[in-house]
């Protein structure tokens, strides 16, 4: 009987010693991750003579001539409406098609089906690196066979043809298409979970497979579609590589590009690159604040369910 509440002293005291260490370990990541980006922000408002002279103070003023300069200079007005339609149009279309694909991977039985997943999943394999030179490179078949179809729905770019080259809709199809591997392996993987019954139900009430789509497994499939979202969107939004080569009309280019104008003949000029930097990271703090719950949730939920 003795035994008992020795027992309950001793684990109490390594229970607290616990919690305490979790929470140091939880402070000391966060101040490692909110620290540079406090740092870029405060010295995003020096001059740069001031922050030479002092890069870990306060500012003695503290100017937003640094913001307006970077705005102008990026072109970030332009840029920023860009940056949106490739990220909200390459997101929709990448949950979506996923969704689509897995449904049919994960409900409708051929023999087919394990060849075709097999083949759209290998895809995870390929690198952004791997994609460059093939899209960089003149596609002269595909001109000459298919060349005027093309040009009428918009693949075509300057003088010269290219299929992807200085187009939005070839940009979106090049960010949806090399994002679709991961999108449609979550998408089976969660679809699977779907009980059978519900789509028997709705095919005997006289349903096809695309009202089944739009009006059951989209609906059931939010969580999935979140995590794919969180997954998407700060990859969107920061992608450089592909856009770099895609495109080369200024009207065309993302903020990631307007940012890189810092880099070269104005990289001295250190208040405009730390402002064109927060400028360009404000949006995705923006999205994270807004959509916590919905991010915190819909990771939870798909994690879950996979």
Known sequence: MESVPRRIKTVRPMAAAGKILAYAALGLFTLVTVYPLAWLFINSFKTTNEFQMNMLGLPVDWTVDNYVGAWKIGEFD??????????IGATIGITVFSLQAGFAFAKIKSKAT???????ILGILLTIQSLMVPLFLEVTILDKLL?????????????EFKL????RFGVLLIYIGSALPVGIYLS??????????IIEAAQIDGAGY???FWSI???????IAVTMCILNIPGLWNEFALINILVSDAGLKSLPLGIFKFS???????????AALVIGMFPMLAFYVAFRKQITAGVAAGAMKG
């Open 217 to 223: 497994i989209l609906r059931m499939s939010a969580p």
């Open 188 to 197: 089976t993987a969660f679809i699977k979970g779907i009980p059978d019954a």
């Open 114 to 120: 394990p060849l075709i997943y097999g083949s759209l």
């Open 264 to 274: 070269g003949s104005l990289s001295s000029d250190y208040g405009k690159q730390f």
């Open 210 to 212: 695309y009202r089944i």
């Open 147 to 159: 060349g005027d179809l093309l040009r009428s729905i918009g693949l075509y770019g300057g003088r």
């Open 164 to 167: 992807f080259h200085n187009t």
């Open 78 to 87: 332009r840029l920023i409406g860009n940056s949106l339609l490739y990220t």
